[in-house]
């Protein structure tokens, strides 16, 4: 079971948007209990009693029990009603509140949004989204300025991605030549418009990054292969035109 709780905290700055991912689910094998418990704020790992705290929320007994020593029940029937009245306790202390907090954001900032634009939310926070295009704003704080930076932010990529659709299909056969000799750099694509926080992101969460390795930078076809999209190919591209202009 998933749900996201959004936290709107008004601040001098704007308003600050943090988004609660919850992750739970209960389930039991012939042999074993099973109990996945899981909570983020803003992509970042937190704690069960912290977002207890942040709903005015007591921890339910099955977050904190050592579920290792529990045993299943002893038939198939059995099992399924534990599985239900487990997840359903777990069901009730999940918060889901992310279409209102939309609509809120929406309706506070209507005046600074243009024709097409709306304020969404997802695991990372607070993000503008324009006709499938998405910029996070930076830690999450909404305000005139930021918005603004995130139209521009938007405006630029739809330009590159038009100007790299364009030549893509008159370079393809140059684009397979430097695949290969081509690094991509965090800063290649912080200039190709993907914004930070959704960079740094898919950056930590990197099988070498988890493993202890600081990266420069990944080979073009190997990044490729990790994830193909064009937020992946933007910071491609930006990384090609650098390689051609040293």
Not at 10 to 31: D, I, M, N, P, R
Not at 145 to 154: D, L, M, Q, T, Y
Request: charged residues 30%; contains cysteine.
């Amino acid at each position: 079971m998933k749900a996201i709780f959004v936290q709107l905290e008004e601040k001098k700055s704007g308003v600050k948007v943090t988004a609660w991912l919850q992750e739970f689910s209960y389930s039991e094998s012939c042999h074993n209990v099973y109990l996945h418990k899981s909570i983020y704020r803003n992509g970042a790992k937190s704690t069960v009693p912290t977002f207890a705290k942040v709903t005015n929320q007591e921890v339910p007994e099955i977050l904190t029990a050592n579920v290792y020593f529990w045993h299943p029940g002893a038939n198939a029937a059995w099992r399924r009603s534990n599985e239900k009245n487990r997840n359903s306790e777990l069901a009730d202390f999940m918060r889901d509140n992310k279409k209102e907090a939309e609509e809120k954001l929406n309706e506070m900032f209507a005046k600074h949004l243009i024709r097409g634009e709306k304020i969404c939310v997802d695991r990372l926070g607070a993000y503008l989204s324009y006709r499938n295009n998405d910029y996070h704003f930076d830690n999450s704080i909404v305000n005139k300025r930021s918005i603004e930076k995130a139209r521009e932010a938007i405006k630029e990529r739809r330009l590159q991605d038009i100007r790299s659709h364009r030549e893509q299909k008159l370079q393809k056969e140059k684009f397979d030549n430097l695949i290969s000799k081509t690094f991509v750099t965090i800063d290649d694509s912080i200039k190709a418009g993907n914004c930070k926080v959704g960079i740094m992101h898919f950056y930590n969460n990197l099988e070498l990054v988890n493993k202890g390795f600081k990266l420069r930078a990944l080979r073009a076809d190997a990044l490729l292969r990790i994830r193909d999209d064009k937020y992946t190919r933007r910071a491609v591209n930006a990384a090609m035109q650098r390689y051609n202009n040293d």
